[in-house]
């Protein structure tokens, strides 16, 4: 059977080809082992008309959803439907894992909530035997994440992608899924309250893998905890070492041992991404990031104290900021020293605590369209207008947006809301 795997494009984002669909390239892989032919069709970068002549016939389709794009990716599940009436059209990833019974979505033939990789074979075997298997497919989760083939990068042009670290080309790896954390905007319908870890083994052959296919030494994790395990570190480093990588990858900043740092840096970490959140202290607590400013502010000196610059990411707008809280959120970059922030407008992602239980937050979600729920951009440089609160309005919200730009620039931001505006990443190597 062919399958079309389809990346929808994200024409808010200023670069939607930073980096390689790798879950996608999961499924891929997974497709190619059970015999199947994959094609990967690659809208990023397309603008929202021009991408119909890249609809090339199949026998199946499938589309990855995220919130802020799924109107685009059920535009192109409708018009495949309607070009090839007969072809299976299924729907996977965060949207639908978080709203399978969304009205829209009922254009596909089925959702998949979760990962994907199981239940994709499993509904192409249930219509190859002619089996009956629900609209809406839900599998346990992968525990042995080992037992995943490496993403099918050799489907895709690995050229097209435009990440870099340190100012080098590099690839994205994902070696644990979960996060057992439960801060109030994020969602854990995709893959979980727990993490999951691949070995480090598995990492490193995929790391080699990748040398040497590709001689490409550089990477970003996008590990939700990547930092949360020094004995991983540790033995991560132990096996890594020989091969002169660099990387980017998130951290928390709860985590204040120095070996930590130590170990990050011996391993090859060049940049460490904070989410950050707030300035303020009475944010980050309604947010139950389990985390304090002074936390935040320690981290950022460790990561620096180990050579290794340090991002941060900041949610403006959570139910109870205040011009106050901004204000403090200011401060707070005045005295962090980062090295790059990124500021986004907090959207209740669906499935996200605020999402589900408004009320407890004195907030009232004001659009139940995904299509407002894109995270950045918009006129304003504000993402879009789906929450109320009683502390600050819209118009306030976007006012103070406005005021913070102003002084990102003011310090050297390049302009955007999404641009990094620090560019002193230099790093001494010692
Ligand atoms: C790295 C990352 C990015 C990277 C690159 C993503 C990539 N590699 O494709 C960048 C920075 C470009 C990015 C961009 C965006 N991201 Co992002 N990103 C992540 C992050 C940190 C990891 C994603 C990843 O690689 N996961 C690993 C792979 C294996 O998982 P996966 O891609 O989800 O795929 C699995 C399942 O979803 C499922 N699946 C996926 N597609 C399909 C399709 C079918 C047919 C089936 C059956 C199954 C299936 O099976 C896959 C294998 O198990 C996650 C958070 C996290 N820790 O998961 C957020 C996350 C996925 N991103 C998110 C969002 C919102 C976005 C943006 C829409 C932001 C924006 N612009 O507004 C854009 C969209 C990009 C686009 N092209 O449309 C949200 C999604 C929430 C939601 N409800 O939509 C997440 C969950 C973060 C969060 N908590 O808010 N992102």
């Known amino acids: 059977m062919l399958v079309d795997l389809i990346r929808v494009p994200d024409p808010t984002c200023i670069d939607d080809l930073l980096d390689e669909p790798l879950g996608l390239l999961y499924l891929a892989a997974v497709l190619q082992a059970e015999g199947h032919q994959v094609r990967i069709t690659n809208l990023a970068g397309y603008s929202s008309e021009d991408w119909k002549s890249e609809?090339?016939?199949?026998?199946?389709?499938?589309?990855?959803?995220?919130?802020?794009?799924?109107?685009?990716?059920?535009?192109?599940?409708?018009?495949?439907?309607?070009r090839f009436p007969h072809k299976?059209?299924?729907?996977?990833?965060?949207?639908?894992?978080?709203?399978?019974?969304?009205?829209?979505?009922?254009?596909?033939?089925?959702?998949v909530v979760g990962e994907g990789?199981?239940?994709?074979?499993?509904?192409?075997?249930?219509?190859?035997?002619?089996?009956?298997?629900?609209?809406?497919?839900?599998?346990?989760?992968?525990?042995d994440l080992d037992s995943l083939p490496f993403p099918a990068r050799h489907l895709v042009d690995m050229h097209r992608f435009h990440r870099k670290v340190g100012g080098k080309r590099c690839f994205g790896i994902?070696?644990?899924?979960?996060?057992?954390?439960?801060?109030?905007?994020?969602?854990?319908?995709?893959?979980?309250?727990?993490?999951?870890?691949?070995?480090?083994?598995?990492?490193?052959?995929?790391?080699?893998?990748?040398?040497?296919?590709?001689?490409?030494?550089?990477?970003?994790?996008?590990?939700?905890?990547?930092?949360?395990?020094?004995?991983?570190?540790?033995?991560?480093?132990?096996?890594?070492?020989?091969?002169q990588i660099t990387y980017r990858c998130n951290g928390r900043t709860d985590i204040l041992d120095p070996e930590v740092y130590t170990l990050l840096y011996e391993s090859g970490c060049r940049l460490i991404c904070y989410g950050i959140e707030s300035g303020s202290q009475r944010i980050l607590d309604a947010m139950k990031k389990e985390t304090t400013v002074e936390k935040n502010l320690h981290a950022i000196k460790m990561a620096h104290d180990a050579n290794i610059p340090a991002a941060g990411y900041f949610l403006l707008g959570f139910p109870g900021e205040t011009r106050k809280t901004i204000q403090e959120t200011m401060e707070f970059i005045k005295r962090s020293d980062l090295d790059q922030t990124q500021f986004y407008t907090f959207v209740p992602l669906?499935?996200?605590?605020?999402?589900?239980?408004?009320?407890?937050?004195?907030?009232?979600?004001?659009?139940?369209?995904?299509?407002?729920?894109?995270?950045v951009t918009g006129t304003d440089g504000c993402g879009g207008r789906t929450i109320e609160t009683d502390a600050l309005s819209a118009e306030e919200l976007s006012q103070e947006m406005k005021k913070i730009r102003q002084?990102?620039?003011?310090?050297?931001?390049?302009?955007?809301?999404?641009?990094?505006?620090?560019?002193?990443?230099?790093?001494?190597?010692?």
């Open 55 to 82: 609809i090339k016939e199949a026998d199946v389709y499938g589309i990855q959803l995220y919130t802020p794009t799924a109107h685009h990716g059920i535009t192109i599940a409708r018009y495949i439907k309607q």
């Open 88 to 111: 299976l059209i299924i729907g996977g990833g965060a949207h639908p894992s978080a709203v399978p019974d969304a009205k829209d979505l009922i254009v596909f033939d089925h959702i």
């Open 117 to 143: 990789e199981r239940s994709l074979i499993a509904i192409l075997n249930a219509h190859k035997n002619k089996k009956n298997i629900p609209r809406i497919v839900k599998d346990d989760f992968i525990e």
């Open 174 to 243: 994902i070696g644990s899924r979960g996060c057992c954390f439960q801060c109030a905007f994020c969602d854990h319908a995709l893959f979980g309250d727990n993490v999951r870890f691949r070995s480090i083994k598995n990492i490193v052959d995929e790391i080699q893998h990748i040398i040497e296919v590709y001689n490409v030494h550089h990477f970003e994790f996008f590990d939700d905890m990547w930092t949360i395990s020094k004995k991983r570190l540790r033995e991560f480093y132990e096996q890594v070492k020989d091969f």
């Open 350 to 375: 669906p499935g996200c605590e605020v999402f589900k239980y408004p009320q407890r937050f004195n907030a009232r979600i004001i659009s139940h369209d995904f299509s407002d729920y894109f995270l």
């Open 407 to 430: 002084f990102l620039k003011e310090r050297g931001s390049k302009g955007g809301m999404q641009d990094y505006y620090y560019e002193k990443l230099k790093y001494k190597e010692k």
